[in-house]
């Protein structure tokens, strides 16, 4: 399995990476599996890593006055966790295998990496989150993408040590 090809296929890396960062990330990165029932990520905690998910299913939940709510299962090409990982925000949800699932895992470190050698890629991959998100809770809200924008990459700033870019 080539993660350098599953790093490709998804929106946020194919559209904020070039090939060569593709390829540098995805020699940080690993492959991990989770079998069926095994908790991947715990609402609450910090996020030291997210997941590009290439095979197997993993169910969303978030914690009720009773009970866990499902919100969402995802599948092969989606990401998760990476709004906590970006932005030092804790995991909003709990994030469990309800199959066997392989994933790509790409930590922290991994991308600190890549914002040392590419120091625009963070502006790039806030805006790109920032957009994700705004369309999945207001699709048509345009100033509330550029505030969103705003906060998520003055977040990935400080918790990735950045400054902002200097202009001329």
């Known amino acids: 399995m080539d993660i350098q090809d599953v790093l490709g296929r998804i929106s946020l ?18 492959l991990v599996t989770y079998t069926r029932g095994m908790i991947v ?3 609450g905690d910090f996020g030291g890593f997210m997941l ?20 969402a299962t995802l599948g092969p090409g989606e990401i998760v966790g990476e709004m906590s990982m970006l932005t030092g925000a804790r995991r ?7 199959e066997t699932t392989i994933a790509v895992e790409i ?46 990459i003055e977040a990935m700033r ?5 400054q902002p870019p200097v202009n001329p």
């Open 13 to 30: 890396f194919a559209d904020a990476l070039t090939p060569q960062q593709r390829s540098e990330l995805a020699t940080r990165c690993r």
């Open 41 to 43: 990520m715990n609402e």
């Open 52 to 71: 590009a998910i290439v095979t197997g299913r993993l169910g969303v939940a978030v914690a009720d006055r009773r009970a866990a709510r499902p919100v």
């Open 92 to 98: 909003a949800a709990t994030v469990t295998a309800i």
């Open 107 to 152: 930590t922290k470190v991994a991308l600190e990496a890549m914002f040392r050698r590419s120091p625009d890629l963070l502006d790039r991959m806030g805006a790109l989150l920032a957009e994700r998100r705004t369309r999945l809770s207001s699709p048509d809200a345009p100033r509330a993408t550029e505030s969103r924008t705003r906060e998520i």
């Open 158 to 162: 400080r918790l990735f040590g950045r």
